[in-house]
C-alpha cells in the first residue's frame, strides 16, 4: 500500500505539478532514482523526503493519492468476492441434497460458505481449516470426509457438524459460533459470560446472509 502511494506520488509531482513547483518536479525524479537504488526509503514519510518542497497543494496531491490506492484496493478486493447467487449456482446439488439430509436451511448451508470460505473449495485458512465449509482435519475425520477439498464432502460433511453443534446447544446462534470456533471453546465461554466480539460478529453476518436468502 505504502509503495504504491509513493508512485502515485511521483506521478502527480511529474504530471501535474505547475511551472512554479520546479522543486518538487526535480524532487520527484530524485525520489525515482533514489528508490531504484536503495528501496529502503520506503521507509520514509514524504515529509522526510521531500522536504521544504512539501507545500500544502502537494500535500492535497498526497492525500488524493492515498484515496485513489485505498478504492483500487477496495475494487480489486470486491473483484474477488463471490456473490451469493454465484455460490447458491455453483454448488446446487450438493446444498440441496446435505440440506434434505440432515434437515438444515439451504440458506443457512450457502451463508456458512460464504462466511467460511467465500465460496472457494480450496480455501486453507492459518489453522488449517479446509474446503468451502472451513473443516478442521479431526472435524473431517469425524463427520467421515475423506477429501475436504471435494464440494460435495464438505458440504455434506460441513452441515453435518452444524448439525451437531445445534443439537448439542440448541439454538442457530451458539451453534453457529461453536461451528467457527469448537464446542468447548464456546462452552468455556458461555461459563464465563458470553461470546467476544469476534464470536458475535460471526454469527451476525451468518445470520444476516441467512436472512437475505429466507
Known amino acids: ?119 472457494n473449495p480450496k480455501a486453507v485458512s492459518r489453522e488449517g481449516a479446509k474446503g468451502l465449509m472451513q473443516l478442521m482435519d479431526g472435524t473431517a475425520d469425524l463427520m467421515g470426509v475423506n477429501d475436504p477439498f471435494d464440494p460435495e464432502e464438505n458440504i455434506r460433511g460441513g452441515t453435518k457438524y452444524f448439525k451437531e453443534m445445534r443439537r448439542q446447544f440448541g439454538d442457530t446462534a451458539t451453534a453457529l459460533a461453536a461451528y467457527n470456533q469448537g464446542s468447548a471453546r464456546i462452552r468455556n465461554k458461555l461459563r464465563k459470560g458470553g461470546f467476544n466480539p469476534y464470536q458475535l460478529a460471526y454469527v451476525r453476518k451468518v445470520l444476516s446472509i441467512e436472512k437475505k436468502l429466507d
Do not use: W
Open 1 to 119: 500500500m505504502q509503495k504504491k502511494i509513493y508512485y502515485f506520488m511521483i506521478l502527480l509531482c511529474l504530471s501535474c505539478a505547475s511551472p512554479n513547483d520546479q522543486g518538487i518536479k526535480s524532487k520527484g525524479v530524485a525520489f525515482n532514482t533514489t528508490l531504484s537504488q536503495n528501496p529502503s526509503v520506503l521507509q520514509l514519510s514524504p515529509k522526510e523526503f521531500f522536504g521544504a518542497d512539501f507545500s500544502h497543494h502537494f500535500q492535497e496531491k498526497y492525500e488524493i493519492a492515498t484515496l485513489i490506492s485505498a478504492l483500487e484496493d477496495a475494487a480489486k478486493k470486491a473483484a474477488k468476492e463471490k456473490k451469493l447467487e454465484e455460490i447458491k449456482a455453483c454448488y446446487a446439488d450438493e446444498i440441496r441434497r446435505a440440506a434434505a439430509e440432515h434437515g438444515i436451511k439451504p440458506s443457512t448451508i450457502v451463508a456458512i460458505i460464504k462466511v467460511e470460505s467465500n465460496g
